[in-house]
C-alpha cells in the first residue's frame, strides 16, 4: 500500500517569498502532524490536522499555517520566508485519534537563500 | 510541557559489540517511540512502547519502557555495519501520536 507522499521533494525559495507543501496520508488516515527538522533545533512540532481541523499547534510563528482537505490531505504554508526556515519538512499520518503510531512521509527539504 | 534527553548524542561502535542507547522524558508520557533515519531520509517507525514494563524486539534491536523510572532504553546486540543509522526517541503527552516530542537523536556509527 502506498506510504504518505509528500511534494515537491526539493525546494529552494528566495527570502521574503512564500511557500506551500504538500502532504498525502497514507489512504484511510485522516490525521496529518507537520514536522520541521534542523540541525539546530532537531526534530519540532509543527501542527496537526484531524478531520479539516487544527487540533495542535506548536510553538512557531503565525507565518506558518496548514490546512487540511476533506480528503485528508494537507498543505503547510510558509509565508515571508527567512534564511532559518530552510529544514526538511516531514509530515506524519495516523489511522485515527486513537491509534499510537505515525508514519512519516519522505520529506521536503525546502532551501531558502 | 514534555522534554526528551537522549544520550550518547553520537556513538561508535565496533561490529559484533554491544550497547545502549538511553532515553529519558520528564514528565508524564506512558508512550514513547522510536524511530531510525537514515541520511537525507525519512523516519522510520522502529517500536512503539504503550505501558510499563513493555518490551519489544526485533533483530539485533530491543526497546524497553520504565515509566516509573520515565526511561526508556534501545538496546542494539552484535551491531552490524547496516545498524549505523541515526535513532530518535519521542515521547508523547497526547496518547495518540498526534504530536511527538522528539529527542536529539543518536548517531551511531558502526565500524569494521
Known amino acids: 500500500k502506498a506510504g504518505v507522499t509528500q511534494t515537491p521533494r526539493y525546494l529552494i525559495k528566495t527570502r521574503g517569498q512564500q511557500v506551500t507543501l504538500s502532504c498525502s496520508p497514507i489512504s484511510g488516515h485522516r490525521s496529518v502532524s507537520w514536522y520541521q527538522q534542523t540541525p539546530g533545533q532537531g526534530l519540532q512540532f509543527l501542527f496537526e490536522y484531524f478531520s479539516e481541523t487544527q487540533r495542535n499547534k506548536g510553538n512557531f510563528p503565525g507565518r506558518f499555517s496548514g490546512r487540511q482537505f476533506s480528503n485528508s490531505r494537507s498543505e503547510m504554508n510558509v509565508s515571508t520566508l527567512e534564511l532559518g526556515d530552510s529544514a526538511l519538512y516531514l509530515c506524519?499520518?495516523?489511522?485515527?485519534?486513537?491509534?499510537?503510531?505515525?508514519?512519516f512521509g519522505q520529506g521536503t527539504r525546502l532551501t531558502v537563500v | 510541557e514534555l522534554k526528551v534527553e537522549q544520550n550518547p548524542l553520537f556513538l561508535s561502535m565496533q561490529e559484533g559489540k554491544n550497547y545502549t542507547i538511553y532515553c529519558n522524558y520528564s514528565?508524564?508520557?506512558?508512550?514513547l517511540y522510536w524511530y531510525r533515519q537514515d541520511p537525507g531520509k525519512s523516519l522510520e517507525s522502529l517500536f512503539v512502547?504503550?505501558?510499563?514494563?513493555a518490551v519489544k524486539q526485533e533483530g539485533r534491536l530491543m526497546a524497553s519502557l520504565d515509566t516509573k523510572a520515565r526511561l526508556s532504553t534501545l538496546h542494539i546486540t552484535a551491531a552490524v555495519h547496516d545498524l549505523s543509522a541515526t535513532y530518535f526517541c519521542?515521547?508523547?503527552?497526547?496518547?495518540?501520536?498526534?504530536?511527538?516530542?522528539f529527542g536529539t537523536g543518536t548517531r551511531l556509527q558502526v565500524t569494521l
Open positions: 514528565t508524564t508520557s506512558d508512550r
Open positions: 506524519a499520518s495516523r489511522r485515527g485519534l486513537e491509534v499510537t503510531e505515525a508514519f
Open positions: 512502547l504503550l505501558s510499563n514494563g
Open positions: 519521542a515521547g508523547d503527552d497526547t496518547g495518540t501520536a498526534s504530536k511527538l516530542t
